[in-house]
């Protein structure tokens, strides 16, 4: 007896069974083709039951004891728990659940692949993670690709792995990992097991060719040697966290300016516009993650209030990007961050100024700004991951510049200089579509910038320019951590906790009251660097 349906039908089980065989001894066929169904398949008294799905068919539903599925070019969503004797997977789709609840199918026969999909879906996690199950009692053959949904899973190192597949015999079947499979900062790969075990697992780590020896010592080029267990291969992490990283760590550097990074050299203009660009790198977790990145950034600012000592008083705004490419050096997936910011700010200098030499003397300045930021990261065959971040950020600087030499028409300068500010976060958390969830780690707390800075300036006819290069070396340290936590686990960009810098430039006034400068710096430590340029124009009234 044959039951088929066809032609884009659509067949659901008042009773929640589509078929339900309860004679005994029976031979059916049941077959369909481009059309619908939901309902469960129900054999009970051992007759031969074969189901046959083709050319865009699909059943939701549990089958039990059926004798064999076959599946071209078709779907089966299961909903339950199934046993089969006989499976073959030809470029369908077999989903073993919705992810609400764990399913186990278990094969009684031989599983034949043609390049059909098989969706799991597991706890990311250690080797007793709770998944979907495929068990097949007899061989496989053929291949198929396998699809990874991960339930809430944090990740982490596994050993033996989490087995997703177990075969009772030859297993000759080839199985494949279709897309990724993350989570919290892991990365998890497909691995048959070793010698006489056939089972598939998904394990932290990356597959390995086995050695030939190990395979077979008798090789002609086999030395006899013990193997030994070798040691643990360290777990894959996945790119996606050096991207966040790259984003925390931009955007705590975006709008970070002092007194000349507005002014450039003293006594500059009471309106200015500076922007920055620069390029950096550094890696992170033991150096696994291969980050680089650029930023750019706009400033402008005016004097509100200024007096002819060249104390002032002024507001500033400020708008900039960033973009970096995070590399998994074992696997070459990338991932990458991009930010976008503004910030409003103010800002106040006072000057001691020397009454006979305006560019020498004493100045204390100060700022405050309000930032946010809008963040993305896309990994490779993930969905997109978008954030917001908002942050506050003060400093206050002093320097004394003396003079140090120079003919009357100018004079050469140097300025010891100081630099203490603070930066606050308001609290970052971010849940991934796989459910991982992402938060800053000690991102708050104050850095500093400690220096010396030596100028010159020169006036070149009769008044009409004053030209004003310069050459600073700072050491900078910061006690913020430019780190985030992946579920339970922190991820460390690695980026030292000091480091120092090199900057050179000049600033031409004209008498009209109109500046221009550009500088270049540099910015070096152990496993980070980052070179920077900058240019920028002033107007004095």
């Keep these: 007896m044959v039951f088929t349906v066809q032609g884009n039908s659509e067949l659901i089980g008042g009773d929640g069974n589509l078929l339900s065989v309860e004679a005994p001894d029976a031979t059916i066929g049941f077959n369909v083709d481009d059309s619908r169904l939901s309902g469960n398949i129900i054999n009970t008294v051992g007759s031969t039951l074969d189901v046959n799905l083709s050319n865009r068919a699909s059943i939701t539903g549990a089958m039990t004891e059926v004798t064999s599925v076959t599946l071209d070019s078709a779907t089966w969503n299961m909903t339950g728990n199934s046993t089969v004797g006989a499976l073959g997977l030809g470029n369908g789709t077999l989903s073993l659940g919705d992810g609400s609840a764990f399913h186990t199918l278990n094969v009684a026969g031989n599983f034949t692949g043609a390049d059909g999909t098989i969706l799991f879906n597991t706890v990311l996690a250690g080797d007793d993670a709770a998944t979907d199950k495929l068990i097949i009692g007899g061989d496989t053959s053929g291949s198929a690709n396998v699809r990874v949904n991960n339930v809430g899973g944090a990740g982490a190192q596994t050993s033996q792995g989490i087995q997703l597949i177990q075969v009772g015999g030859a297993s000759n079947g080839q199985f494949n990992l279709a897309g990724r499979a993350v989570g919290g900062q892991y990365e998890y790969f497909l691995h048959k097991g070793t010698g006489a075990d056939g089972n598939w697992y998904l394990r932290s780590v990356l597959p390995t060719m086995p050695d030939p020896c190990v395979v077979d010592p008798s090789l002609p080029e086999c030395t006899p040697v013990d193997p030994g267990p070798g040691p643990d291969p360290d777990p894959v992490l996945r790119p996606e966290p050096g991207a966040y990283l790259a984003n925390l760590q931009a955007a705590q550097n975006m709008f970070r300016v002092g007194y000349h990074d507005r002014h450039a050299g003293q006594n500059a203009g009471r309106a200015w516009a500076r922007v920055d660009g620069s390029r950096n790198g550094f890696d992170a977790i033991s150096q696994q993650l291969d980050i680089r990145g650029n930023s750019q950034a706009l400033t402008v600012g005016a004097d509100v209030w200024r007096h002819e000592s060249g104390s002032s008083a002024g507001v500033m ?175 460390d960009a690695r980026i030292p906790r000091s480091r120092g810098e090199f900057s050179a430039g000049a600033l031409v006034k004209f008498g009209n009251g109109i500046g221009a400068w550009g500088g270049l710096s540099l910015q070096r430590a152990s496993g980070y660097h980052q070179n920077a340029a900058q240019v920028g124009v002033s107007y004095n009234w």
């Design 317 to 491: 705004l400020s708008t900039g990007n960033a973009s970096s490419t995070s590399t998994n050096q074992l696997t070459g997936y990338y991932a990458r961050g991009k930010v976008k910011g503004e910030a409003l700010g103010v800002y106040g200098t006072w000057r001691g100024g020397n009454g006979a030499d305006p560019y020498a003397g004493f100045y204390v300045d100060g700022s405050l700004q309000r930032a946010q930021f809008r963040n993305r990261v896309e990994g490779i065959g993930l969905a997109d991951e978008r954030y917001d971040s908002r942050a506050w950020q003060g400093a206050i600087e002093t320097g004394y510049a003396f003079r140090v030499g120079g003919a009357s028409n100018g004079g050469i300068y140097l300025e010891p200089q100081l630099q203490v500010g603070y930066n606050r976060w308001d609290g970052n958390r971010h849940t991934e579509v796989n459910g991982t969830v992402v938060t800053t780690e000690d991102a708050d707390g104050m850095f500093g910038r400690a220096g010396v800075r030596l100028s010159g300036v020169t006036r070149w006819g009769n008044g009409a320019a004053d030209v004003q290069p310069y050459l600073a070396a700072h050491w900078l340290h910061t006690r913020a951590e430019s780190k985030i936590r992946m579920d339970d686990e922190a991820v």
